[in-house]
């Protein structure tokens, strides 16, 4: 059974800092790419960032390129999102995913979540 | 970007009746990578289908995906009461990947 258990989330302050980490189990964690997806309180789904599986490609929204960064250890079946200079609208709860693996390679799909965790920006 | 509109936002309909939500994307999805997750209130996002029309392992057969290009629906043939949550789409294909807003299935 594929476990994705997220930590890390609370109350930061606008340009603080906060990493995140999301311990995966049930899979060989460095087979897959990742990544991370957040929900805004009453919000939809906002998909944040990706990385390969071996940690050496990454990707980033827009809204957080520049200020938060992801990163993997696959001795330790172990995400990351370093998240510096949040911002209030950063609030959100936060998902890490496994992403899909089909006969055509890595997707962006996410075909399972952890339950997530919250981070709140405010002063 | 790619931008998906969900209609409707809310569908409201009884058990045993047939669920039809639309997802319109704002340019062609390339190779239908389109993919739709269930919400329930309180839980993590549930992976339904992917590539527009296959669904994912241990999904129902109620639920069915079509479409192509700029336009895709999901189907739930049936509603079953554990089947009333939010829905979103999603296309993969295109950097950034983006979300439709969501089309909340109701109890009538």
């Known amino acids: 059974e594929v476990q994705l258990l997220e930590s890390g989330g609370g109350l930061v302050q606008p340009g603080g800092s906060l990493r995140l980490s999301c311990v995966a189990s049930?899979?060989?964690?460095?087979?897959?790419?990742m990544g991370w997806v957040r929900q805004a309180p009453g919000k939809g789904l906002e998909w944040v960032s990706v990385?390969?599986?071996?940690?050496?490609?990454?990707d980033y929204a827009e809204s957080v390129k520049g200020r938060f960064t992801i990163s993997r250890d696959n001795s330790k079946n172990t995400l990351y999102l370093q998240m510096n200079s949040p911002r209030v609208e950063d609030t959100a709860v936060y998902y890490c995913?496994?992403?899909?693996?089909?006969?055509?390679?890595?997707?962006?799909?996410?075909?399972?979540w952890g339950q997530g965790t919250m981070v709140t920006v405010s002063s | 970007e790619i931008v998906l509109t969900q209609s409707p936002g809310t569908l409201s309909l009884s058990p045993g009746e047939r669920a039809t939500l639309s997802c319109r994307a704002s340019?062609?999805?390339?190779?239908?990578?389109l993919a739709w997750y269930q919400q329930k209130p309180g839980q993590a996002p549930r992976f339904l289908i992917y590539?527009?029309?296959s669904r994912a392992t241990g999904i129902p057969d109620r639920f069915s995906g079509s479409g192509s290009g700029t336009d895709f629906t999901l189907t739930i043939g049936r509603l079953e009461p554990e089947d009333f949550a939010v829905y979103y789409c999603?296309?993969?294909?295109?950097?950034?990947?983006?979300f439709g807003q969501g089309t909340k299935v109701e109890i009538k």
């Open positions: 995913a496994k992403r899909l693996k089909t006969d055509t390679g890595m997707t962006r799909a996410f075909d399972f």
């Open positions: 049930g899979i060989t964690f460095s087979n897959y790419g």
């Open positions: 990385i390969s599986a071996t940690g050496g490609d990454a």
């Open positions: 340019q062609s999805v390339s190779s239908s990578y």
């Open positions: 590539g527009a029309s």
């Open positions: 999603q296309q993969y294909g295109s950097s950034p990947v983006t």
